[in-house]
C-alpha cells in the first residue's frame, strides 16, 4: 500500500469513521438478502451471481436503497444532496470489489447495465420519484473515488473541525489529506468544468467551476512548539527519575541520610574535595623537589657541610664552655683554702 493509501485510511478510521454523515454508508450497507425489494432483482440473478458471487446481494441492497433513500438520509443530509449520495455509494461498492479481485473490470459496464435494469422496473412500478443513476460509461470508478473523497471531504468539513479541535494530534493525519484532496479538487476542476466526457454528467459542478476556491480548509499546527522551560522541566524530571532508580538498585544507612552536597540540577559539588587534594598534591610535589637537591645535587652537598660546621662550632664552643668552667672551679678551691687557716693558741 502506497502512502496515499496509508493516509487515507488512517484519515478514515480516526477521524471520518465516527462521524454522523459519513456512518449514512454504513446504514446504506444494511443487508437486504432476502427482503421483499429482491424481487426487482430476479430477472437478473442468475447474470450477476455469475460475475461476482455477492453481486445479487448487492442488487438487493441497491434496490431497498433506491426505494427507501428519503427515509435513511432525511434527517442528515439536505434532499438535493440525496441522490448524489446514492450514486457515490453504489460505484464505491463495485470499486471495492474490484479492488479485492471479486469482480473482473472489463465487466464493469455489464454490473452496471443490470443495476440500470433494476432501476427501470422500480422506476416504472408505483414506488415515485427514486433517484436516477448516473451512468457514463467513458467515467472510471477512479474518477468516481476522487469524486466520492471530495464530496466525502466537503460534507463532513464540521464534524473534522470539531473532532480535531478536541484533538489536536489529529493534525497531522489532516494536513496530509488536506494535500491530497487539494490536489484532487484541482485536477477535477480542471477535467470536469470543461465539459469533459469523461466526467459524470448529471452533477451540478457550477459552484466547483465558478469560483476560484470553493474548498473549505482548517488551519491546525502540525505539532506544537516546546519551550524552553517545558525542556528544562523534562530534563529535570528525567534526572530525578535517574536518581530514583539508581537508589532503587542499592539502598545502604549513608544512602538515607540527608545529602547536602547536591545542587538544583543533581550534580555532586566535590568543590572542596577538589581544593585539598590541590593542596596536597602541590606540598608532595615541593617535598620530593627538596628530597631530590638534597641527595643528589651540590646544592644538597653544602647545606650538609654547613650543618656539620655549625654542629662542629657547637661541640667545641661547648667543650671551651666546660673547660673554663672546671678552671674556674679549681681556682675556687685554692682561694677557699688559702683564706681559711685558724691558729689555736692556748690560754
Not at 14 to 24: A, F
Not at 43 to 54: A, C, I, P, T, W
Not at 90 to 100: A, G, M
Amino acid at each position: 500500500m502506497d502512502n496515499l493509501g496509508l493516509n487515507y485510511n488512517d484519515f478514515q478510521e480516526k477521524i471520518l469513521k465516527d462521524l454522523s454523515k459519513y456512518k449514512l454508508y454504513e446504514k446504506l450497507n444494511e443487508d437486504c438478502d432476502k427482503c421483499e425489494h429482491c424481487t426487482y432483482c430476479k430477472n437478473v440473478e442468475s447474470s450477476l451471481k455469475k460475475h461476482g458471487k455477492d453481486l445479487y446481494k448487492l442488487c438487493c441492497t441497491f434496490a431497498k436503497n433506491l426505494i427507501t433513500l428519503t427515509n435513511i438520509l432525511k434527517n442528515e443530509i439536505v434532499e438535493d444532496d440525496h441522490c448524489k449520495h446514492f450514486n457515490f455509494w453504489i460505484h464505491y461498492e463495485i470499486r471495492k470489489r474490484l479492488k479485492s479481485n471479486e469482480i473482473r473490470e472489463n465487466h464493469i459496464d455489464y454490473i452496471l447495465t443490470r443495476l440500470l435494469q433494476v432501476h427501470y422496473k422500480i422506476q416504472t412500478s408505483s414506488k415515485p420519484n427514486i433517484c436516477d443513476i448516473n451512468y457514463n460509461h467513458k467515467t472510471d470508478l477512479n474518477l468516481w473515488e476522487k469524486f466520492k473523497d471530495l464530496y466525502d471531504y466537503t460534507l463532513n468539513f464540521e464534524g473534522i473541525k470539531s473532532k480535531i479541535d478536541n484533538d489536536n494530534t489529529l493534525c497531522p493525519i489532516y494536513l496530509k489529506y488536506l494535500t491530497y484532496i487539494e490536489s484532487t479538487y484541482e485536477n477535477l476542476k480542471n477535467e470536469c468544468c470543461k465539459n469533459s466526457e469523461k466526467c459524470p454528467n448529471k452533477f451540478n459542478l457550477k459552484d466547483w467551476c465558478t469560483k476560484n476556491d470553493n474548498l473549505q480548509k482548517l488551519s491546525c499546527e502540525k505539532s506544537m512548539p516546546i519551550s524552553e522551560d517545558t525542556f528544562q522541566g523534562k530534563r529535570d524530571n528525567h534526572l530525578e527519575t535517574s536518581q530514583k532508580d539508581d537508589r532503587s538498585h542499592s539502598v545502604s544507612p549513608s544512602s538515607l541520610e540527608p545529602r547536602n552536597d547536591i545542587n538544583e540540577d543533581g550534580i555532586t559539588n566535590n568543590t572542596d574535595y577538589y581544593a585539598k587534594l590541590g593542596v596536597s598534591l602541590s606540598f608532595l610535589g615541593i617535598l620530593s623537589t627538596f628530597f631530590y637537591l638534597y641527595n643528589f645535587t651540590t646544592f644538597g652537598n653544602m647545606i650538609r657541610s654547613k650543618v656539620l660546621q655549625q654542629k662542629i662550632n657547637f661541640n667545641l664552643d661547648q667543650d671551651e664552655q666546660n673547660l673554663m668552667e672546671h678552671n674556674l672551679n679549681k681556682d675556687n678551691e685554692i682561694i677557699y683554702t688559702d683564706g681559711y687557716n685558724i691558729t689555736y693558741q692556748s690560754s
